[in-house]
């Protein structure tokens, strides 16, 4: 079947692509590479993939190309659900006989409640999909298909029998032809990345268990099933070839550095391929691997420290205690590794006083930047139940977004407002920035390079932004 793979257009800016780990607005223009929508289409035939966001396709745009397909795969997520089924809607009213089907973890968590809040959707494949969608562009009877949900003849909803998860990584193909073929590469914006970059997963799944987090609750599951090192690297020698342009490469596995002999063998290839990289990684690393990785092309690591307090470590199962995560932090500055550091305010136990402890503990780390997130109780996610379950999580506010896809602050408790979390975002930007230390290594960085300097007064246009948009839909 001819496919469509699509992000479909939503808010302005949005950042909705299942890279993402919070389908938000960004403070700064940000988009992530669709990697769970191109991974499908590397394996089917005929497949053409629109990522709309980011390229600033607007609907009309795609609705002119509806007939040019019998089927079409959209990814959708909680806070995009409503907009993508419109998407939908109006690309069948353009031709009726086109099939429409789901992806993501929003439909992967609740397939029957997806298609019954759908009717104008034919499917939806559940969790590691992307097998299910090469079955159903195949052609193959939709009784058949491992992982599929879908309406019969008679309009009834159908559950069909698991699929089994997917064991063999290397027997994907390689992501990047499909960038290449489908995207413009200097359209994803990622602030603590070079750019332009380039982003591939060299597994799935993460041992952790943190409690809010999305994707291995959901679709990737708890165990790190990985390509072998010389199928990442034969990628990467790919990309080089077809991507000159390219100033880093990034690992978007969970957490990279959870196998570390692999990430190290990893390192030590790239290294003989004289690129820059980056990747996921837990605070935890130890100095020796740090080493081994920096001496290789390593130049920074994203890290979620989330809180500075050890009780809502303990809460979230983060598994991680303040003290390493220190000594971590002090390691990658000495090495000469950049940090992105990323903290989320309204964990469960979060308090006046723990909002204050993580501000200070983020100005002690100092990662180079970072990124302060609201909890987002995603369904399918411990959180969420657990929100439930003890009346944090209102239904005036279990959106996620706003109208303008800017994300809210959907957990209150007893001693804490929605509204009191959602201003300890920007007090918490504003305390960690506008430092004179802070201010002066940006300073620095803009005049020792004339490219950044014109980044950041972009980036730093966007932030302030930014904050008075939210500011002002929080007033509203």
Same mark, same amino acid.
């Given at each position: 079947m001819r496919t469509l793979f699509l992000q479909a257009p939503s808010f302005d800016g949005f950042d909705g692509g299942a890279g993402s780990r919070y389908q938000a607005r960004r403070e700064i223009a940000s988009f992530w590479y669709p990697t769970w929508l191109a991974q499908p289409a590397a394996?089917?035939?005929?497949?053409?993939?629109?990522?709309?966001?980011?390229?600033? &396709?607007?609907?009309? %745009?795609?609705?002119?190309?509806?007939?040019? +397909?019998? #089927?079409?795969?959209v990814h959708t997520s909680v806070p995009s659900f409503a907009s993508d089924v419109k998407c939908i809607e109006a690309?069948? =009213? =353009?031709?009726?006989? #086109?099939?429409?089907? !789901?992806?993501?973890?929003?439909?992967?968590?609740?397939?029957?409640?997806? !298609?019954?809040?759908?009717p104008v959707v034919d499917f939806v494949?559940?969790?590691e999909f992307d097998f299910t969608i090469k079955d159903v562009a195949d052609g193959k009877d939709w009784k058949d298909i491992l992982g599929l949900s879908y309406r019969d003849a008679n309009g009834n909803i159908q559950h069909n029998e698991e699929r089994p998860i997917l064991e063999n990584m290397d027997s994907l193909p390689f992501v990047s032809p499909i960038y290449k073929r489908d995207l413009k590469i200097e359209n994803y914006f990622i602030g603590y990345l070079k750019h332009p970059y380039i982003s591939i997963y060299t597994g799935r799944g993460c041992k952790s268990r943190c409690t809010f987090c999305l994707w291995p609750q959901t679709v990737g599951g708890h165990r790190y099933r990985t390509r072998s090192v010389g199928h990442v690297i034969e990628e990467i020698k790919w990309c080089k070839e077809n991507f000159p342009q390219v100033q880093e490469y990034f690992f978007d596995d969970d957490t990279f550095t959870d196998d570390l002999p692999r990430a190290e063998a990893i390192a030590k290839e790239l290294g003989k391929l004289g690129v820059t990289w980056s990747c996921n990684a837990k605070a935890n690393v130890p100095r020796a691997s740090l080493k081994v990785m920096r001496d290789n092309g390593l130049r920074l690591l994203l890290v979620g420290y989330e809180s500075g307090n050890q009780q809502i470590l303990h809460n979230i199962k983060k598994g991680m205690r303040v003290e390493v995560a220190k000594q971590f932090a002090k390691d990658c500055r000495e090495l000469g590794i950049a940090v992105h550091g990323t903290f989320i305010?309204? !964990?469960?136990?979060? &308090?006046?006083? *723990?909002?204050?402890? *993580?501000? $200070?503990? =983020?100005?002690?780390?100092?990662?180079? &930047? !970072?990124?302060?997130? #609201?909890?987002?109780?995603?369904?399918? &996610? +411990?959180?969420?139940? $657990? =929100?439930? @379950?003890?009346?944090?999580?209102?239904?005036?506010?279990? @959106?996620?977004?706003? %109208?303008?896809?800017?994300q809210i602050a959907p957990l209150h408790y007893p001693d804490l407002s929605h509204k009191e979390i959602f201003d300890a975002v920007e007090t918490f930007y504003r305390q960690f920035y506008f430092r004179p230390r802070k201010i002066g290594a940006i300073v620095n960085e803009m005049v020792r390079d004339r490219a950044m300097m014109k980044r950041r007064l972009r980036e730093g246009v966007e932030f302030f932004q930014f904050l008075r948009e939210r500011k002002q839909g929080a007033q509203c």
């Amino acid at each position: 079947m001819r496919t469509l793979f699509l992000q479909a257009p939503s808010f302005d800016g949005f950042d909705g692509g299942a890279g993402s780990r919070y389908q938000a607005r960004r403070e700064i223009a940000s988009f992530w590479y669709p990697t769970w929508l191109a991974q499908p289409a590397a394996l089917v035939e005929n497949s053409k993939l629109i990522d709309a966001p980011p390229h600033k &396709t607007k609907l009309a %745009e795609v609705v002119a190309q509806a007939k040019d +397909f019998d #089927l079409v795969v959209v990814h959708t997520s909680v806070p995009s659900f409503a907009s993508d089924v419109k998407c939908i809607e109006a690309l069948k =009213a =353009a031709n009726p006989s #086109l099939k429409a089907g !789901l992806i993501g973890a929003k439909v992967a968590v609740d397939a029957d409640g997806s !298609l019954k809040n759908a009717p104008v959707v034919d499917f939806v494949a559940r969790n590691e999909f992307d097998f299910t969608i090469k079955d159903v562009a195949d052609g193959k009877d939709w009784k058949d298909i491992l992982g599929l949900s879908y309406r019969d003849a008679n309009g009834n909803i159908q559950h069909n029998e698991e699929r089994p998860i997917l064991e063999n990584m290397d027997s994907l193909p390689f992501v990047s032809p499909i960038y290449k073929r489908d995207l413009k590469i200097e359209n994803y914006f990622i602030g603590y990345l070079k750019h332009p970059y380039i982003s591939i997963y060299t597994g799935r799944g993460c041992k952790s268990r943190c409690t809010f987090c999305l994707w291995p609750q959901t679709v990737g599951g708890h165990r790190y099933r990985t390509r072998s090192v010389g199928h990442v690297i034969e990628e990467i020698k790919w990309c080089k070839e077809n991507f000159p342009q390219v100033q880093e490469y990034f690992f978007d596995d969970d957490t990279f550095t959870d196998d570390l002999p692999r990430a190290e063998a990893i390192a030590k290839e790239l290294g003989k391929l004289g690129v820059t990289w980056s990747c996921n990684a837990k605070a935890n690393v130890p100095r020796a691997s740090l080493k081994v990785m920096r001496d290789n092309g390593l130049r920074l690591l994203l890290v979620g420290y989330e809180s500075g307090n050890q009780q809502i470590l303990h809460n979230i199962k983060k598994g991680m205690r303040v003290e390493v995560a220190k000594q971590f932090a002090k390691d990658c500055r000495e090495l000469g590794i950049a940090v992105h550091g990323t903290f989320i305010m309204g !964990l469960p136990g979060e &308090t006046r006083e *723990t909002i204050k402890e *993580t501000i $200070e503990f =983020a100005k002690e780390v100092n990662p180079h &930047t !970072l990124q302060v997130s #609201l909890a987002a109780p995603y369904p399918g &996610t +411990f959180l969420y139940n $657990e =929100a439930l @379950e003890n009346g944090w999580l209102d239904s005036a506010n279990a @959106e996620l977004v706003d %109208e303008n896809g800017v994300q809210i602050a959907p957990l209150h408790y007893p001693d804490l407002s929605h509204k009191e979390i959602f201003d300890a975002v920007e007090t918490f930007y504003r305390q960690f920035y506008f430092r004179p230390r802070k201010i002066g290594a940006i300073v620095n960085e803009m005049v020792r390079d004339r490219a950044m300097m014109k980044r950041r007064l972009r980036e730093g246009v966007e932030f302030f932004q930014f904050l008075r948009e939210r500011k002002q839909g929080a007033q509203c």
